[in-house]
């Protein structure tokens, strides 16, 4: 990966991406919100922590996981 392609990365993010850090912390409420009522209504809900799971691998992973590990 070059300067370029950070570049590019960084011009996509969608303005309403939290971050990791708010996503992480929230991760399990979220979660527990697909589970409960779907992923279109965890998006509704929490519309900048969708933007990141869309745009963070790592984290959209470790949420994948958390689902898996709670049976949905």
Do not use: K
């Amino acid at each position: 990966m070059n300067g370029w392609d950070d570049l590019d990365r960084f011009v996509r993010t969608d303005p309403l991406d939290v971050g990791c850090d708010e996503a992480i912390r929230l991760m399990h409420v979220y979660a527990d919100i697909v589970i409960d009522y779907g992923s279109d209504r965890a998006a509704q809900r929490y519309p900048g922590i969708a933007a990141h799971f869309r745009a963070c691998g790592p984290c959209a992973e470790d949420l994948t996981g958390l689902l898996l590990a709670a049976g949905a």
